[in-house]
Structure formats: structure tokens, C-alpha cells
């Protein structure tokens, strides 16, 4: 069964930091382009960042751009969002997604395939 685990999700101050995991089992995350989203409360989903199965492209929302980092560990089957200098308007449920599809660079939700359950990042002092 494939299946996508999100973590390191919490509650943490403006201005700090944090880096969530998004780990995979029942499959290899080597050969999907993976993509991190999020959803505030009464919002939208909306796409966040994305990097190529080899990790050599990224893509950022203009939102957190200078501020994220994607980043991955094909040995460990494990993908990273590293967030600082974060704000209360990053507050939402952040959710990673695997695409099938040859990486475009894409956020667009509907172009990914499998999707975790999500991990809930609140900045807040």
C-alpha cells in the first residue's frame, strides 16, 4: 500500500523554524516528483514548493520563497521542507504529495497523485 507520513509539524513562535518530514512506505519516492502544500482554515489548498525525483529542480510560491527549502533524501525515502523565519500567515495543515507524472515544476493539487494526511504547523506568539 502506498502511503505518505508527514511530521515535525508543531507550534512555534514568529520569526522561527521548523523542517517537516514527509517519509514514504509501500513504495520508492525516487522516481516522483514530490510537492509540499498547505491548507489555513477556511482556505484553499495551495501549493507550496515541489523538487524533481532527483532533487536538482525546485519550484517555491512566491510566498515562501527566501524563507523554505525543499529537500531530499532518496536513501532515506524521505522528503524535507526546512521553514524559517516563519509567520502566523504560514499557519495552515501542510500535506506532501507524490506526482507521477515527469516533473513540470508544478503546484497545481490536481496534477498529484497520492497525498498524506497532513501535519499541522501553527505560528503563533
Known amino acids: 500500500q502506498l502511503q505518505l507520513v508527514e511530521s515535525g509539524g508543531g507550534l512555534v513562535q514568529p520569526g522561527g523554524s521548523l523542517r517537516l518530514s514527509c517519509a514514504a512506505s509501500?513504495?520508492?519516492?525516487?522516481?516522483?516528483?514530490i510537492g509540499w502544500f498547505r491548507q489555513a482554515p477556511g482556505k484553499e489548498r495551495e501549493g507550496v514548493s515541489c523538487?524533481?525525483?532527483?532533487?536538482?529542480?525546485?519550484n517555491y510560491a512566491d510566498s515562501v520563497k527566501g524563507r523554505f527549502t525543499i529537500s531530499r533524501d532518496n536513501a532515506k525515502n524521505t522528503i524535507y521542507l526546512q521553514m524559517n523565519s516563519l509567520k502566523p500567515e504560514d499557519t495552515a495543515v501542510y500535506y506532501c504529495?507524490?506526482?507521477?507524472?515527469?516533473?513540470?515544476?508544478?503546484?497545481?493539487?490536481?496534477?498529484?497523485?497520492?497525498w498524506g494526511q497532513g501535519t499541522q504547523v501553527t505560528v503563533s506568539s
Open positions: 504529495a507524490a506526482e507521477v507524472r515527469p516533473y513540470s515544476g508544478s503546484l497545481r493539487q490536481y496534477e498529484y497523485d497520492y
Open positions: 509501500g513504495f520508492t519516492l525516487d522516481y516522483y516528483a
Open positions: 523538487i524533481s525525483p532527483s532533487g536538482g529542480s525546485t
